[in-house]
């Protein structure tokens, strides 16, 4: 049966937004969110789906409402093995979620895959009630809907359209324009980076850091939780692509030292083989590889790294002051094309500026905007060139508003690591630009609280933490 009660919706609106804090760490799989209600709709717990190969968020959910419920600690957690938790649910679980309400972003899967099936769980549990957003129709995974209604739970779907297998065939999705009232256009959204990388066998990400203005050029621009974000995103993918001109410039790491253990451990290497779809008939890796070493440790999970330039003999002679050659346990390849990337398979990240965009515009499946609330003043002994500083800043929103014609944004989030109230960023709004020239340091005026020194906004272009960064995940259309 299908119904489309506004208190459900509400509900499974707030499971895809749970889902979306997730978003690419999941792949392979689809991202997924999970709420349990009681019967006056409270919610008693909610779960998202992390990581491939661990719990799903269904189950999770049902792990987490059990200690709520119960008053009793389990001593599993989101690290635990999927089987571990099913077993003690389904030994412990007493009658506690027969009268309860579980909502799910996506229909609970139906299969032994690297996790057991979430429907033969929940079959056994027996809520009152399972309210699905999505139909999953991929093989094996699908009819965890009729395996519930077997066992006797009532199942209901937000969601009347089917998803098919082969919906990229059937239509574009960078063209679709659904409107974002409706559940099933909110699922093809969350799902796109899983469709992209089940259907053609790829999913190329582009990041992009920058601050109001649109400058991405100076110093550090995200606070820690966005800074967190990337490098998880960094244990996932197999490879990272910046240009020789970062290279040369930044001399980054390209590291996942800032990743939360739970991504940066127990990676499996093979979690990509799994899909059919990324097993036949794709291309092989073509890499020049300037360095490689051994097996990576189990510590840290470094993507590959590609880099492209003009200039390869110019990046092989600064490649000495580079770090990102002299990290172990990966490969470093130099690219002069384009078309030599390796973008055609895996789920591939792309770091870099608004020309590295627009050279890659017809290879990029995803924008993501980091966005710091920030401006760059640049060089403050140069202040007297407004004139100058006037034209850069037009220049990059130019540059900006040329790029963003050609998306559409699917999501917005804030990513904020140290909870700072909003009110608390106002006086951090403008991050100049460090100069290497000592300069008189003035003092802060103790009743007006104004700003007026140098050291003053050095000390906050240091805090990069205490501000919130906006993420905008958009898809690329009419390109």
Known sequence: MFFHTSRDILFMRYCIDLAWSAQTLTLPNPPVGAILLNHSYEIISSAIHLKAGKAHAEVLALLYGY???????????????S???????AKNHNGLFRDKILLVSLEPC?????????AELIATLKPAKVIIG?????????????????AGVEVEFLSQADLSQDILSQADLSQMDFCHDDIYAQMLDLLYPFLCLKERGRFNLFKLA???????????????????FTHNQRCIAQNLIISGRTAINDKPRLDTRYADSFYALDFRQNDFETLDSLTQNLPQAQQSTQRFAPQMPHSQRLPNIEILTRNKESLLRHSNTIPLFSLPNRSVAIKTSPNALNLSSGFNVVEGGFSLLWALRDKVDMLLLHISPSVWLGDFSHLEQESNNNKNTKKMQGDLAKILCHFRILHSDILDDSLQHISNISSKLFIPKSSSKPQKIGKQNPKTSKIDSRQDFENLAKNPHKTQDLLLWLKPINL
Do not use: M
């Open 134 to 150: 999505f139909c999953d129709k991929w093989g094996e995974s699908s009819n965890g809907a009729k395996k519930l209604q077997q």
């Open 83 to 89: 089987q571990e938790i099913h077993n003690f649910l």
């Open 110 to 118: 139906n299969h032994y895959g690297k996790t057991p099936p979430c």
């Open 67 to 81: 200690e709520v419920l119960s008053g009793k600690k389990s001593g599993l957690d989101k690290w635990s093995d």
């Open 210 to 228: 920058l601050r109001l203005d649109g400058e991405y050029k100076d110093g550090q621009i995200s606070g820690v939780a966005s800074r967190n």
